[in-house]
DNA sequence: GAGATTGTCGTACC
DNA sequence: ACAGGTACGACAATCTC
């Protein structure tokens, strides 16, 4: 008997329930949990009867131990259930079948989680905690592992893993090949490894004088691959890194070995990466080592804080770390690999390695967080969208007040609830003008607070009453309904979204006192979950749907947002805009005391945690016309505070599909006319911008326009210009399809744009027409309109190309 | 065949 | 399929006279 401790970090369920992981000293474990009973629930009125005869069923290898009734909750609704323990892990699929067949009544529930994942509910493990196995060591002989025991598990402590040994890597391909239709049919040429523990390496297959220190020559792809496992192996990682690397390099490195027959022995079993290939994404994945694709949570969980146009490697690093990456014509490598060239390009290949490695231990804390509260392990966690984190958590909790999980519904379901859409939002036309003096108000988390203030959960919901009752809800038929939620017993969401924002509040008022990256960390994982529940619960694919709930929240949101505006213009405050959870005044004659008054009596009659806030005051704000027309442009609005800083919402300055010229005078414009500039110097300054478009004096870079492709070539009903250079750019080698950004300058030419987009490289001269009449006068026009120009003045003088006549 | 209208598409706001 | 709805505006496609 032995007694061993281990950081878990990835498991697996075959036929055992496996756990993989570190000792304190980093030695590999391989811990079997011999204790585990699987089991599922089975729910009907028979279960009394049956107990008897389903306690004895058996097929082949599976065959029932165990069958006891419980007390269990099902949609917050306490009711007995049968549950039914198996011999193993594969037995559940067989019995729960064969259940469903004999006894046509029971509603089996919980035959649809992996096992491993039950295994952790089940037990309130964490992976990447401290854990123990007591047992008996046995035979690993398939596994590459230092030790193997089978025995009793238990969880000893909540730290997480102190300082993993991570490893990051990343692959340089020769020619411009992204491994798409063609496949992958060029070498490797470069790999650099860069570890967290004092290690740096590129390899490569091309000798060049004066290499730095991290070289390491080999003698061909083959060679490189090879010697790549090998470093892998030796460097012993527990997270594996790359940068895209689901998506490129490690299925990329999958070809190339397939190709040599090389197999690798990475990962705890010996058999290398494994790439899993569901719906057209590539996950690449390892026994043990956990492989971490930094782009994937970089651009999934961490999206909403990080707010970037782009998740490029490039764009990330300069955010997270505030450098980017080596400067190099990428397009040269080729090129320059056969001049035999390519110092710096090794220098390039090990940065990007390097600010993968570094962009990862700067959102480690995330990770980790993320980690502890879903308590999937983190291959997972670290690829989980929004909708996923939240479904997670959720089944994780239902532990703590014995509820069934709900089934995740089947794909007929899905599609079913997919045709369906409720109300959302109400979003105010805004007075449109340049404002002086300024206060935004706005309610904090209005969707979860409202959620718990009138008890909204799939288990609450009545037809009837008595109960809370929403507001007047239009359906899609245009039917007027109402809804009723229990006001007697809290449900299953409210409670754990109560739960979550005082374990919010908790943690700040901590951080106030001693601030603490780990425990913001935490706060914005629980952040995350609260505010993501509602769109949860509206989408067709979730375990804990109701269309109902969501659409009952966003209308009582539009109530309090719509009575909230109501009260503030009875005190005689100028409303002139509110979109969702928040409101714009025009201070006018009202003071900010004025102000805080209403704020605090508002809060006195709101429910629950409902509060209105105080966002911030505002020098001056300027509101905008809809292009052509006399109404207000929602989402579209400029403020700039008492500190001089500009925020800007809409426009086309904080857009990604505009060039950065257009971009540029935008801002520029507004920034002028917030500072209190007169207007007349704002035009002067966009006329000299034109004059530079009219005399080639624009710089190539700045007329770039770049966008997205949503969907692959073939489905699109309409060829706008992104659609067009897409297929110049696939031409060129490029891989493209839904996904890829695509780039171009709009050339001259007649015809449709369209027809005259060109790369940059390839571009001779721009239309300067397109720049001055489709860029720059578009996004400067609404705004030089609310300074008192009207619209007949901007009109007649678009179609001149000028704004001379201002 | 030019101008108005409608539909598609991408990106932003909350 | 991988949280939701609301909104703007460019451009292409289609309609209208």
């Given amino acids: 008997m032995v007694k061993i401790q281990f950081y878990a970090l990835d498991l697996e369920s075959d036929e055992n329930l496996k756990i993989y992981g570190k000792t304190l000293d980093n030695k590999r474990v391989c811990a079997i949990d011999k204790n585990y009973k699987p089991s599922f629930y089975a729910l009907g009125k028979d279960i009394e009867k049956l107990k008897k005869k389903i306690s004895l069923l058996e097929e082949d290898e599976s065959k029932v131990t165990e069958a006891l009734i419980e007390d269990v909750s099902y949609y917050d609704e306490k009711t007995k259930a049968l549950r039914v323990y198996t011999n193993n892990l594969k037995a559940i699929t067989v019995l729960a079948h064969r259940i469903r067949q004999d006894y046509p009544t029971l509603d089996l529930k919980e035959t649809d989680i992996s096992a491993y994942k039950r295994y952790l509910i089940d037990n309130n493990l964490t992976p990447l905690t401290l854990w123990e196995v007591d047992g008996d060591i046995i035979n690993h002989h398939e596994l590459n592992v230092e030790i193997c025991v089978s025995g009793k598990i238990t969880q000893v402590s909540d730290d997480i893993i102190p300082n993993p040994r991570v490893l990051a890597l990343d692959i340089e391909v020769y020619g411009f090949d992204f491994g798409g239709d063609k496949g992958s049919v060029e070498p490797i040429i470069m790999l650099s490894l860069v570890g967290s523990h004092n290690y740096k390496k590129v390899i490569t297959w091309k000798r060049f004088k004066n290499p730095q220190n991290y070289i390491e020559f080999v003698d061909s792809e083959m060679a490189l691959l090879e010697k790549a496992n090998e470093e892998i192996l030796k460097y012993n990682p527990d997270y594996l890194l790359g940068y895209f690397s689901d998506g490129f390099d490690f299925p990329y490195i999958e070809k190339r070995m397939k190709k040599y027959k090389i197999k690798s ?68 490598l080729s090129e320059s690999w056969d001049k035999g060239d390519i110092k710096k390009f090794c220098e390039y290949n090990l940065m990007d390695s390097i600010l993968t490695l570094e962009i990862f231990q700067k959102i480690l804390p995330n990770i980790n967080e993320l980690v502890k509260l879903i308590g999937s392990p983190i291959q997972e966690t670290s690829r989980m969208t929004y909708g996923q984190l939240v479904e997670h958590y959720l089944m994780k909790r239902c532990r703590d007040f014995k509820e069934i999980i709900p089934k995740r519904p089947p794909r007929s379901i ?22 002086e003096n300024l206060v935004f108000l706005d309610f904090r988390s209005l969707y979860p607070t409202v959620t718990i203030a009138k008890n909204i959960s799939p288990s609450t919901l009545r037809l009837h009453p008595p109960g809370y009752e929403t507001p007047e809800i239009r359906d899609e038929s245009g039917r007027s309904v109402v809804y009723y939620f229990d006001k007697n017993k809290e449900g299953f969401i409210p409670k754990i979204l109560r739960d979550i924002i005082q374990r919010r509040n908790t943690l700040k008022e901590i951080t106030k006192k001693e601030p603490s990256p780990v425990l913001n960390a935490r706060s914005y994982a629980l952040k995350t979950i609260a505010n993501s529940t509602y769109g949860y619960m509206g989408f067709a694919g979730a375990r804990w749907y109701c269309r109902e709930c969501s659409s009952s929240i966003t209308a009582w949101a539009r109530e309090y947002i719509t009575q909230t505006i109501e009260d503030a213009r009875k005190e005689k405050f100028k409303v002139i805009y509110s979109d969702t959870d928040s409101v714009a005044i025009v201070l006018e004659n009202k003071t900010r005391q004025d102000i805080l008054k209403f704020i605090e009596k508002t809060n006195k009659k709101l429910p629950d945690l409902m509060e209105l806030e105080l966002e911030s005051f505002y020098k001056r704000g300027i509101f905008v016309y809809k292009k052509g027309e006399l109404k207000g442009a929602k989402k579209k609005y400029a403020l700039i505070t008492e500190k001089n800083e500009i925020k800007i919402k809409g426009f086309e300055t904080v857009r990604g599909d505009w060039s950065k010229i257009a971009r540029k005078t935008q801002y520029d414009v507004l ?34 326009i770049q966008t997205q ?29 839904a996904g890829s950004p695509v780039w171009y300058i709009v050339g001259e030419g007649s015809g449709k744009i369209r027809d005259n987009v060109c790369l940059p490289d390839e571009c001779k001269n721009y239309s300067k027409d397109y720049y001055i009449n489709n860029q720059i006068i578009p996004a400067v026009e609404k705004i030089f309109m609310v300074l008192g120009y009207t619209k007949e003045d901007i009109l007649k003088d678009k179609k001149q190309s000028s704004l001379g006549d201002f």
């Fill in 709 to 737: 492709l949503k969907m692959n070539l073939d489905e699109y009903s309409v060829i706008g210009p992104h659609v067009a250079i897409a297929k110049i750019m696939k031409e060129r080698g490029f891989r493209i399809g």
């Fill in 414 to 435: 899905v599609f079913e609830r997919r045709m369906h859409t409720y109300q959302g939002a109400l979003v105010m036309e805004p007075l449109p003008g340049l404002h």
């Fill in 265 to 332: 022995k990475i990962g705890y079993d010996n058999k290398g990466i494994k790439i899993r290939n569901n719906t057209g994404e590539s996950i690449a994945k390892l026994k043990g080592i956990s492989h971490i694709d930094v782009y994937k949570f970089v651009s999934g969980a961490m999206s909403v804080p990080l707010d970037l146009d782009s998740y490029s490697l490039d764009i990330v690093a300069k955010e997270l770390l505030g450098r980017g990456k080596v400067e190099v014509n990428i397009n040269k």
């Fill in 671 to 704: 920034k002028l006319i917030l500072e209190g500039t007169p207007k007349e110097k704002a035009m002067k300054y966009v006329l000299k911008v034109i004059d530079d478009l009219r005399n080639n004096k624009v710089n190539k870079e700045d007329l770039v």
